[in-house]
């Protein structure tokens, strides 16, 4: 977490770092409440899950989650569980990437992968039950008390996260290793592999406020320019940042050949890209006035990080 | 599906293999409808998702939940989607099991697996994405009118599918292969590892009938034995059936030296405990009168099948 405060840039709110890591500090506590370690030898698949779920991350999904469900005062527990929810995909999804038949990740967050730190079986189980998980989490009534917004927001989640979503995003990541992806398929990828896990959890916000169409529109359009937006950046990092800056190694892609925006348009073109994107992101967002305010600067973090 | 006739034993009804491959033709059509091709590279990942999920399974989980769903005349519509999505869950577990960093596998029913057939990543994927997929069926409107009645089917499938059911099962028997399991954490890893999603799909035909707690207790029971005398079964037959009759490989719980109700007991003992199992499920359904007929046959063939 201490990373997000050293990394605050001038015009980059200090604020913003500060609520970040509060937020992080409930949503942590939120995943060690959710994650409770069994009885029986087969808790060694929960200590993989929470080794890598309880590792220190941002927790920027679960922080738009709270920041989309406060336009619409809703109950913060129940804001933090489906942040918490997301973050439990988010997490599972970083486990698989970093496998060696994916990825081939030895660091994550500056600790050893999970695979490294089991071993590769557990692993795959202890992502497959972060996946489980996250749905279990959202179809319990601590959620929200009526069932027909809990399966909405389910509905989101495995919508963004699956075939055509998340999933979808990393079986085009692997091909662009393989293969000439066009800019448009490069697009795709972005929108996918990224864009919609940190979509979801604005929609999921407005969804817990009961939201109408229009209000969930403007969060779908804030959350898809901001997703965009954050891969444009993770692109530019793993360029040009340190493998201590981020806790990972860098230069992954360019060594991997893989198309990114930075590569076929050049970091330059990539950062105006980048901030005309967070700019439509925070345009989307006027509807909503100064609530909104967390939001813009969610949006503006995302370009200017570090790590 | 031919085995399921062929291997009928005298005193094991034809009939239900009839229903059963009849009701298994249902479930390849839902499934073929569930998990559409996309446009664009990606679909790949959906390809090998179709390979293993539209591969020919006996479809058992299905059965269970629309035999279960029956008890309460329920739409089959409804029913066939819960137990199309109980079985992408088998589905995905299967991929993954058979990965080389599992149990290494080579043949699935008679067909190389997922990651011979295709690769480890987009195996990884597939599962993942076929895991996902069945809880955003679930979440469908089309899968029950009422939301909650939704919500607690999803929960049921999270609950058994997760690291307090199969996760958890897989992960006692990974260790079973490296350690010395006891006789209570061998019966463990066979309730958790097969029994909770055999059980499962008979819960959800409950859930979906609204049945009452009596009842749902009632289907909880028979999902219980039923499971635990499969998995009695599929290891007598890993130890007695050849690799031609399973479409896989046998004699890898042996080879691997893993602990299981046969390793400890011996055939003959394993064989009659089976033999209880089967008469406890059917025990648990005298509340259902003749309307539980088809559960019955299913707990016959669980302990009579040859495949």
Known sequence: MSQAGASSAPGHSLTFSDDLRRIADSVNACLDDLLPLPDGPEQRVVEAMRYSALDGGKRLRPYLSIASADLFDVPRVQALRTGAAVEMVHCYSLIHDDLPAMDNGDLRRGRPTCHKAF??????LAGDALLTQAFAVLSADATHPDGDTRVKIIAALADAAGAAGMVGGQM???????????????????????????????????????????????????????????????????????????GKATGKDAAAGKATFVSLHGPERARDRAKTLVDQAVAALSRFGDAAEPLRSAAAFTVSRRS
Chains 1, 2 share one sequence.
């Open 119 to 124: 071993d590769e079986a557990t692993a795959i």
């Open 172 to 246: 085009l990541d692997l091909m662009a290793e393989q293969s000439d992806l066009g800019e448009e398929d490069v697009e795709r990828l972005q929108a996918l592999k990224t864009g919609r896990l940190l979509a979801a959890p604005c929609r999921i916000g407005g969804l817990l406020g009961q939201a109408d169409a229009d209000a969930l529109e403007s969060l779908d359009s804030y959350g898809y320019c901001l997703g965009a937006a954050f891969q444009i950046t993770d692109d530019l990092l793993d360029l040009e940042a340190t493998e201590s800056d981020l």
